[in-house]
């Protein structure tokens, strides 16, 4: 079967678009095949900064053959007295191409009609691409489009080429005055090209010729085992995170890796400017040995080894110039202490109508003094939580910030240690606004965690307050990452503040605000619910968790692991069997407030089988040991059916009644201190074969 | 190669190449994107190629003089190519090698880099260039400019001479490039930067920079009323510089910062759409001369 094969070329794409311009291409693709009854065959991509690439080695030639129904006259128009077929059918079957001894009688709602059976020969392959790769190509998303030329075209960057062929033809048609061919071009220094593919088969062959390394597997191989040996070479380790790494490999079309040095002076800045300058500045890796930095780097060039010596004397020369500016940044800040530089915040906004970052650091003094209050912190803890909070934002007024603005926090409590602040302090302010991307952890530190839960609220608080929760897929202001944020330092610090009251006092420090709590609420909530699935609960014992009382996110997580252990282990069938049948019998209406009573046997074994698991339950839920009293619960499975068996629940006297219903009550009760059962979805499987 | 002479070989280039060689604008500007050659002419359907350098004020990045590698004013190279040629960043890498730059030997790269100018009401998408690691250009196709769509969009190609300079004769002071044989980059313009630092951030005249401000801006709207775009820009221009003036020497709060940028916005809006009206009024002159060329 032929070879399908698509390159379309463009303008450097940011390194950012690329991958997700793949995923999508490839599932077009398929999808595509599919509609037009081309197989489901095997796609592949390959993607450079210049080059998007889909492959489908195996296209059928041509459709497949479909039939069609399709109505001619009513019979006893088609055929005469005799059953000849009348001028009608002649015409009819004339018109659809059968003959007219195939036509078949059929009854419908409407009488007896005839019908050809019309057979649609399928298209050749070429015809069919030729339709639908043009609105393939147009129709892939970026972060962000722009225009260019004179042509109406939005897409990532300018289309400058089109590759289609299907085996050695060509698919011809144009996309924002661009016509499809068999010419690509090569790298644009070593082997520009324009080259022809004789052949889609070829078309490895000819960018390699091209000296692009296409697959961008392969150029990630590359560059890791490169970038790991020259590191070596030195005694080192390079630092290489995931997303630098797929950020070069997608910045180059010919890798080729080399090890620059820089003076060691240079040494004595601070570790994290100097990976700073290195890493998001220059896309460098760093070399350290022992956690201690190297005076190299490890740049990544886009081209082969030629005059290779000039690039990394060039490279050098720049991270100089740019490692002399940071210690020039650095150096200026100095001559004054951070808590000098507080003063300068009153001129920064914040987020426009929620004033400026002086008024958010009175903020988040205030939340911090309420965090302690309520954690009964010591009272070093506080006044170290309290200063952390009015000297975090410090920084944001230094000049190493403004030149890297990555560094916000971090520089912070650099200053803070170098100024004689408690250690504690400058932990906290140095921590606070971690976990900083998706890679990153959350603060490590109980001051810094909890300062960093102040930001979060007060930032969401505010920024929901007035209205702008993200919508779609723009968040502009961070707040889905703030508030999974906030979620994980809660969680793994096992922060016991119950929500509701963060979010509520967070929003006290806004005035004008008070009113917007259900807004905030229901944003949080909403995304509360989110991160708990992407921790991997399953939906519907989240839903049983949040469908009871609940108050910090710890208890949460808790009781969601709980429920999901114990739901896996044989006595869940026994504890749903208890609640599930008393749940469902079950009128609220006869609830009331008090203890159950119990007026003969078969209340009173009831009665006394809640009476003994009660306590431990109750001791186990205020220690958080919800899986085993989800167990004790569980005993309470024969007591129930014993009791369903000994009495009818529904009583005619209406105090019998009530009392059976207070009894039932009671045992629902209990469970519900945990997870709200009736929220899960139990499939008959689950609970055994009885 | 030096200064004077990289500015020689740029101009010699772009001229090849078709461009107008345009000469720096009068009224103080922050960007070569302000002289009108590139903020008026980028507007509407008339193609344009213009090259020229811009002698660019940033009273807040000024560090009298003793940062090597900052300035409070410097040199930009323009370049405006409108429509954008299919083939710019070719044209734009042959600029790089009539400077001597040996593409074969170095490493260039399009590392993404968009723009955006608030008191201009502009944007674009593109790239920084980097030459071995080294910004040296800002390459943007212009998608806004005064609040309008771009139709065609333009290519805006910005070197940065003094960055380029300095990589080019290795200096790590830009006051050591050489200008001119024996004269060096100091000698011309160090002085400007200490005096420019003492009067941006100790001596201007807060209260009589907010009185030219409005003075300004008013002048700009009587001469929009009177039909008198041109001059109403320079006006604009000048609103601007004094409003950087006023954010260097730290007096512009917050709030402030907004309403005074907003203004700057309004104005350059409406000096753009009138020009518009003015270029459309007189037949899109260069569009009809460029069909005469073609008929020819």
Redesign the interface.
């Known amino acids: 079967m032929p070879r399908l094969l698509v390159e379309i070329g463009v303008?450097?794409m940011?390194?950012?678009f690329v991958l997700p311009a793949l995923e999508q291409l490839e599932a077009g693709l398929r999808a595509l095949l599919a509609e037009e009854g081309l197989g489901a065959g095997e796609v592949r991509t390959f993607g450079t900064?210049r080059r998007l690439v889909v492959i489908a080695p195996e296209v059928p030639e041509r459709q497949e053959d479909a039939v069609r129904e399709v109505r001619g006259p009513a019979v006893k128009v088609a055929y005469d007295v005799q059953g000849r077929p009348t001028q009608a059918a002649l015409g009819f079957a004339r018109s659809q191409g059968v003959a007219v001894d195939s036509l078949e009688r059929r009854s419908t709602e409407a009488g007896e009609y005839v019908f050809a059976r019309v057979r649609i020969p399928g298209r050749p392959t070429p015809e069919v691409l030729r339709e639908r790769l043009p609105r393939l190509i147009t129709g892939l998303s970026f972060p962000?489009t722009?225009?260019?030329?004179?042509h109406e075209l939005r897409y990532g960057?300018?289309l400058?080429w089109i590759v289609a062929m299907l085996d050695d033809q060509v698919i011809a048609f144009e996309v924002a005055?661009v016509r499809s061919g068999r010419t690509t071009r090569g790298h644009?220094?070593l082997n520009p090209g324009p080259h022809a593919i004789p052949h889609a088969a070829e078309y490895e062959r000819v960018v390699e010729e091209a000296r692009v390394v296409v697959d961008h597997r392969r150029r990630a191989a590359q560059i890791r085992e490169e970038v790991r040996r020259l590191a070596a070479e030195v005694g080192g380790e390079a630092i290489a995170p995931a997303s630098l790494l797929e950020e070069v490999t997608f910045?180059?079309e010919h890798p080729t890796p080399f090890r620059g040095a820089f003076d060691p002076d240079f040494l004595r800045l601070p570790r994290e400017i100097l990976i700073t300058v290195m890493q998001h500045h220059?896309r460098?890796f760093p070399v350290e040995r022992e956690g201690r930095l190297l005076p190299y780097f490890i740049?990544v060039?886009?081209?082969d080894e030629?005059?290779l010596e000039?690039?990394r004397e060039?490279?050098e020369?720049?991270?100089?110039?740019r490692l002399?500016?940071a210690r020039?940044f650095y150096e200026e800040d100095r001559k004054v202490p951070l808590a000098a530089r507080l003063e300068q915040l009153?001129?920064?906004?914040f987020v426009?109508r929620l004033g400026?970052v002086r008024e958010k650091v009175e903020r988040l003094r205030s939340l911090a003094a309420w965090l302690a209050a309520q954690l009964r912190l010591s009272e070093e803890e506080r006044t170290h939580l309290v200063r952390a909070a009015e000297l975090c934002k410090a920084d944001l007024a230094t000049h190493v910030v403004g030149e890297f603005p990555e560094l916000a926090g971090t520089v912070g409590g650099l200053y803070a240690r170098l100024d004689g602040e408690p250690e504690a302090v400058a932990e906290a302010i140095a921590e606070h606004l971690r976990p900083r991307t998706a890679e990153d952890t959350p603060p490590r530190s109980w001051l810094g965690a909890l300062l960093g839960i102040a930001d979060r609220a007060d930032t969401l608080a505010g920024c929901l307050g007035i209205g702008l929760a993200p919508t779609g897929s723009a968040d502009p202001y961070g707040l889905r990452r703030a508030a999974s944020s906030l979620f994980e330092i809660l969680c793994l610090h096992r922060v016991r503040i119950p929500l509701s009251a963060l979010i509520r006092r967070a929003l006290e420090g806004y005035p004008g605000l008070g009113d917007r709590l259900e807004e905030v609420w229901a944003f949080v909530l909403g995304r509360l619910r989110a991160w708990l699935l992407e921790r991997g609960y399953t939906h519907d014992a989240v839903e049983a968790v949040l469908g009871v009382p609940w108050s910090s996110v710890a208890d949460l997580v808790d009781r969601t692991e709980a429920l999901i252990r114990f739901r896996a282990t044989p006595a869940f069938a026994a504890l749903y069997e208890a609640f599930d049948r008393a749940h469902r019998i079950l009128d609220p209406a006869l609830l009331s407030d008090g203890e159950p009573v119990a007026q003969n046997e078969a209340e009173r074994d009831l009665l006394e089988a809640i009476r003994a698991v009660r306590p431990k339950v109750e001791a186990y839920v205020s220690s958080s040991r919800y899986e085993a009293a989800l167990a004790e619960l569980s005993g309470l499975r024969d007591p129930v059916a014993r009791f369903f068996d000994a009495v009818f629940v529904n009583d005619p006297d209406p105090e019998v009644r009530r009392r059976r219903h207070l009894l039932l009550g009671e045992v629902v009760r209990l469970v519900r201190g945990i997870a709200d059962l009736s929220r899960l979805a139990v499939a008959p499987g689950e609970l055994g074969a009885e | 190669m030096r200064f004077q002479e990289l500015i020689l070989a740029l101009d010699r280039y772009w001229a090849d190449y078709g461009c107008v060689i345009a000469q720096p604008y009068d009224v103080e500007v922050g960007a070569g994107t302000m002289h009108p050659a590139t903020f008026l002419r980028v507007l509407g359907p008339e193609p344009w190629k213009v090259a020229y350098v811009q002698f660019s004020r940033r009273p807040g990045d000024a560090r009298y003089g003793e940062?090597?590698?900052?300035l409070g004013a410097y040199y930009q190279y323009q370049v405006i190519l409108k429509?954008?040629?299919?083939d710019v960043?070719e044209v734009y890498?042959r600029s790089l090698e009539a400077l001597g730059i040996?593409?074969?030997?170095?490493?260039?790269?399009?590392?993404?880099d968009?723009w955006e100018s608030p008191t201009l009401g502009a944007w674009?998408?593109g790239?920084e260039v980097w030459?071995?690691?080294?910004e040296i250009t800002q390459f943007t196709?212009f998608?806004q400019c005064g609040g309008m769509d771009?139709?065609?969009?333009c290519?805006e190609i910005t070197y940065g001479l003094e960055r380029l300079c300095?990589?080019l004769q290795?200096k790590?002071s830009v006051f050591d490039l050489e200008w001119a044989p024996g004269i060096s980059y100091g000698e011309l313009r160090h002085r400007e930067e200490v005096e420019w630092s003492r009067y941006g951030f100790e001596r201007a005249d807060v209260q009589r920079l907010r009185t030219w401000f409005d003075a300004y801006e008013q002048e700009a709207s009587a001469a929009l009323e009177a039909g008198l775009v041109l001059p109403a820009y320079d006006y604009v221009l000048k609103c601007s510089h004094v409003f950087n003036l006023l954010d260097a020497r730290?007096a512009?709060?917050?709030q402030e910062r907004?309403s005074l940028m907003a203004r700057c916005r309004r104005l350059a809006r409406q000096v753009a759409e009138r020009y518009l009206a003015q270029r459309e009024a007189m037949g899109w002159p260069l569009l009809r001369e460029a069909a005469e060329v073609r008929g020819a």
Do not use: I
């Open positions: 303008e450097e940011p390194a950012r900064p962000k722009m225009r260019w030329g004179a960057r300018p400058r005055g644009r220094v910045l180059v220059q460098y740049a060039r886009d081209g030629v005059g000039q690039v060039g490279n020369w720049v991270l100089r110039a002399e500016d020039f009153g001129d920064m906004v426009e400026t | 940062n090597p590698n900052r429509p954008s040629p299919e960043q890498l040996d593409l074969r030997t170095h490493d260039v790269r399009f590392v993404e968009d674009g998408l790239w030459l071995d690691g080294m196709y998608q771009c139709r065609p969009v290519a300095m990589y290795r790590s730290g512009v709060g917050v907004a």
